[in-house]
């Protein structure tokens, strides 16, 4: 109790965002064995969820002037960023209006779903690592660095893929949604 008092690392809000973003990065971990839709509909709900933890994080400065250490490596982005994509398959690709290129061009941005949630793992999984390592000073610095590019990054990619998302699961026909696990076919019935 006394910590929580101390250390903003301890407190309510910082726990309840360590929890959301563990769960976020587990399920992206897990993605391969998933359907578009499970996948979409869980997303449509771990996002809203995310972003509203993220924006509840204290803000503050480090000590310490030098990033923190980094535990995503190339190779994990990939294997996660490939199997997103093969889950969304022909519906991992959507035009976006909100990034910074769009400054210079009157035509919207091509982005990806995986990509998008790519990062955010990558910060994520950062922030989380940090965490679990239980050094204070490690976990102060992560947690400034999660705010900050909370801010100025992944917040707004949470936003703009929640958008794609959404259009997948409730504008695209329902033929897109073949329910293999329950054998029904939306356009033509039992399977």
């Known amino acids: 109790m006394e910590k929580e008092l101390k250390s903003p690392v ?4 910082v726990l309840e965002f360590v929890t959301v973003a563990v769960q ?3 399920y992206l971990e897990s993605s391969e064995s998933k359907t578009r839709q499970e996948f ?3 997303m449509l709900k771990l996002l809203p969820l995310l972003y509203l933890k993220g924006s509840l994080l204290p803000k503050f400065m480090a000590d310490e002037e030098e990033e923190p250490e980094t535990f995503v490596t190339e190779e994990n982005y990939e294997i996660i960023r490939t199997n997103i994509s093969r889950v969304m398959g022909e519906h991992d690709a959507y035009l976006d209006v909100f990034v910074e290129d769009m400054k210079y061009s009157d035509t919207p941005i091509l982005m990806t779903v995986s ?3 790519s990062d955010i793992y990558q910060d994520l999984k950062n922030f989380v690592y940090a965490y679990k390592l239980g050094v204070e000073e490690r976990m102060m610095e992560a947690l400034a660095l999660c705010k900050e590019n909370f801010e100025t990054y992944w917040g707004q990619r949470t936003v703009n893929v929640m958008r794609a998302l959404h259009d997948v699961m409730y504008n695209h026909k329902r033929e897109d949604f073949e329910d293999e696990e329950y054998g029904y076919d939306y356009n033509q019935g039992e399977i």
């Open 10 to 13: 301890y407190s309510h809000d």
């Open 24 to 26: 976020f990065c587990v």
């Open 40 to 42: 979409t509909s869980t």
């Open 115 to 117: 990509e998008n949630l």
